[in-house]
Structure formats: structure tokens, C-alpha cells
């Protein structure tokens, strides 16, 4: 195992791109991260969707994409794990490069959601659930998390409002996010006014049905200021764990185990102790989300982590700021690109060019990825070279 | 193919067929070929009760494709006995009165009937009651 560096990242403004399909979503996020590093070809492509066959009918995007990105006959690989697809693809890649296979790999993510209609879009996701004993009766991505949010509320006493602070805290990072779906601030009638989604889960706690994609350059650390033209940014440790698909079959509905076990591994991998990361993008595609990984992940106790953004430590200027890309809620959710933007808006923060919502001093960050309802996970440690 | 789909998973949805690892005890819905405890394959078949209690649940507003005409629709995770549960919908009830730790029965339902190719799909859905 070789040291990695990321050298080049690309992120494209996400939202509902009617004019933009799958493939040119990708492409314009592949050659904005080549072009951030000045290389024009890599060696190999990894791509996570979670559902391209679903959404727009296209299978075989490894290939279509390297065809279409003008790379075609390269090693080209699709991975899939639902929402965590993204940040699977980019711990291949990561791979690919540490065992010293290849020297630069593209990691991409994308999903194109809009080619559908509401309804629709809701039963895609709902594939990422047990089919067979959650989706068939009728039970919605909104409709798990809610049946979190209720166990968690009843548990530690969670409030509406502390619900609604995640969503508040996520839009006002994101209001400085020029890439992001809803760039913009709201407050906390806009939340509690918002339509019911799945009781107590309302519009303004879930993420939205976005279009979009992102791409990472890695390669060898050694070579990183040879092939690379920014300060790279050097991958400590990766981790990936799975837990048991259904939401009913945990003893836990609230701890993410399999982001427990993938935190685990990747702070093994980094040696280095929570207190060295500065900040975390997290996987908040529903308020009780961001709640629930943050204590999974160890930042803090069990029932704790509530009050967090109403107290403003997860805040920008917070003792651990948390999603200052904004999120999956005011970024958007494109589900197979978002685990891939989590690490671009790292590097971002790590290069320090974040602009308005750099995380002052920014040295070591975070990033958790979460498939289903945390039926799989993976998590990233990146430090600032 | 779709109706075999369907058939396939009846013994569990229309008789809560479960299997309970003889190596350790632990009961599982739907039966698997592993036991998640001790890793041991032997089974026997046991029927689990048609009766348990709200361990969580919510009230779906915007539905999937399959059920948008019944929204809103109350679902809930139920325990059935000591540590087996399952998802299913909670109907015949005020969706302003289900509490966590409400006790419900099963019934025998339809689960869903505007598939593609028209098959009718039933199951189990729970409903107010029990506790004996």
C-alpha cells in the first residue's frame, strides 16, 4: 500500500439540469477535475450511480462514459451502493492507486434524477430499501428516516425545532455554495411550514431529487506536485462497512452501525484520533440523518448530538463544523455523485479556497457516506499537505 | 416471472413463516439459510403470532409509485415477540391516535393492486387491538 493524493477535483453546478443528460452531466464534472490538475487522460475510471437503469434506462455507463469523456479502451468501472455509491467509487479508485495498479484514476459520481416524475423518483430510491419486506409495503426512503426521527424524538427527548436547526444550519453553509441546488438561507417557519413528507418529517428536512455529478483525480502522493498543479491533498484512511439491509432487523434504529465499523477502520488506517479533524461532511440527506451519524461516528455521545446545530457547534464558526458544503439538503442529493462531492468540497476546504464558508484552519476532514438507511457506509479521512 | 415473484414469498406473508436456528435459538423473518448468531444452518419452521405491539411508525404523505392513491397511510415497525419484527402498514386506526407501544394485530390484506401486469398482492398489515 502506497500513499494517495487527490490532485484534481471538478464539481458542476447541480439542480434541475433538464438541458444537461447523464452523460454530459459526467463529462462536464470529468473534465472539470482533469482540467483542475492539467491532466488530459488517466489510466483508469471508476463511476458511482446508484441507478442510471431506473432513472433514465441506461445501463453500461463505465463504458458509455469513458466513450463519451473521448477515453474509451481504458479500464472503466461502474460501483453501486445506493447513496453510497459515489464514496465507493472513490475508495476504488483510492485502491486502484494504493496497490500500485494504476498511477491516475478518475473517481466520478452522478445521477440524473429528473428524467422522471415525484412519484417515480420515490419508488427508484425505494429500491435501495428491502425490497421485499420494506418497499412492498409501501414504505418510502422519507418514511424510514421518519421512522428514526419518531424512535429517536421518543428516546432523547429530540424536538421539532432541533430537527429543523440541521436543515437551518446545512441551507446557511450552503448559501455560500455558488455548485449548490438552493443556495439560499431559511428559516425556521419555512421548515415547520413545509408540506409533510413522512410524519414528522417535512419538505424542509429532506433532501431534494437533484441532477448532477463530481469527479476526483488521485495518484501516487509521490508524484502528486509532478502531475498535479494545486496543493494536493493526501487520503489518510478509508473505511467501508455494511449492516443488516432492513431497518427493522437493527437492535438500534438510531446507530449507524456500519458507519461506526467504517469510521473505525479508516481513523485505524489514518492513526490519528477524532480530535485532529477540523470539520466533516456528512451524509444529512434527512435532518435525523446528520443527528444520528454524528454519533456514530463517535463525535458525540449517544442522545447527544440533538441540540448540536441549535447550539451552534456544528455551525461554520462552531466547535465542529459539519456540512459546510451545505450538505446533501441545500447541495442537492444527484444520489450516486453526492459521496464523491463530499470529497471535493474537502479538498476545497484542505486547499483553502472555500471561500466565504472555509473552515478557518481547516487541516484534517471527514467524510461519511451512508447507503439505504446506513445498510452500508464508507468513510474518508483527507489531510492538507 | 412477476407472479412468481410474488408466490415465491407467500409462505411468509401469508402465514408469517419464520425459521428458528436450532443451533442458538434465535428466530428469524424471513428465513435465512445463515443464522446471523452463531452462523449455524439448521433450521426448524415456526409460525410467528399475528399479534405485537408499535415499537415506531409514521405517516407516509407522499407515497411511491404503487400506493399514491392511499396516502396518507400510517406504517409501522412492529415487534411480534421478543426480538422478531417486521415493517408493515398500521390501518383502521385515527393516524392521530398510534403512540409507540400501542399493541396491534395482524390481518391478512392487500398489499398493493395497481402493479403493471395487474396481479393482486397480499400480505399482512396491522391494525388496532390485541393484547389479551
Known sequence: MRDVAVIGVGMIKWGERWESSLRD??????????????LDRVDALYVGSMSPGLFTGQEHIGALFADYLGLAHLP?????????????AFRQAFLEVSSGLSEIVLAAGVEKMTDVDGAEATYVLSTAADQEYESFHGITFPGLYALIARDYMHRYGLTREQLAAVAIKNHAHGSHNPFAQFPRKIDLETVLNSPMVADPLRLMDCSPITDGAAAVVLCPLERARELGKKKPVKV????????????????????????AEAA??????????????????????????????????????????GSAAQEGITALDGKLPVNPSGGLKSKGHPVGATGVAQIVE???????????????????????????????SVVHILEGC | MFSAKIWRESPQRYRL???????????????????????????????LPWRGRV???????????????????????????????LTCQLVDVDL?????????????????????DGVLCYGYKAVPGGGE
Open chain 2, 96 to 116: 392521530e391516535a398510534v403512540e409507540i407501544g400501542m399493541e396491534v394485530e395482524l390481518e391478512f390484506r392487500r398489499i398493493q393492486s395497481n402493479q403493471s
Open chain 1, 236 to 259: 489518510l484512511g478509508s473505511g467501508q462497512a455494511s449492516d443488516t439491509m432492513a431497518l427493522h432487523h437493527r437492535e438500534d434504529f438510531c446507530y449507524f452501525r456500519s458507519t
Open chain 1, 346 to 376: 474537502l479538498v476545497h476546504q484542505l486547499r483553502g479556497e472555500a471561500g466565504e464558508r472555509q473552515v478557518k484552519g481547516a487541516k484534517v476532514g471527514l467524510a461519511q457516506n451512508m447507503g439505504g438507511t446506513g445498510a452500508s
Open chain 2, 17 to 47: 413463516e419464520a425459521a428458528k436456528c436450532l443451533g442458538c435459538g434465535k428466530v428469524f423473518f424471513p428465513p435465512r439459510l445463515v443464522c446471523l448468531g452463531c452462523r449455524g444452518r439448521e433450521f426448524e419452521k415456526r409460525f
Open chain 2, 55 to 85: 415499537l415506531t411508525f409514521t405517516v407516509i404523505h407522499t407515497a411511491p409509485t404503487p400506493f399514491v392513491d392511499m396516502a396518507p397511510y400510517c406504517i409501522a415497525i412492529v415487534e411480534v415477540e421478543e426480538g422478531v419484527r
Open chain 1, 76 to 88: 472503466a468501472t461502474r460501483v453501486e451502493s445506493a447513496c453510497a455509491s459515489g464514496g465507493l
Open chain 1, 264 to 305: 473505525k477502520r479508516a481513523f485505524e488506517m489514518a492513526k490519528i484520533e477524532r480530535e485532529r479533524v477540523d470539520f466533516l461532511e456528512v451524509h444529512d440527506c434527512f435532518t435525523i440523518a446528520e443527528i444520528c451519524v454524528l454519533e456514530s461516528l463517535g463525535f458525540f455521545e449517544r442522545g447527544k448530538a
Open chain 1, 25 to 38: 452531466l459526467f463529462v462536464e464534472a470529468a473534465l472539470a477535475a482533469l482540467d483542475d490538475c492539467g
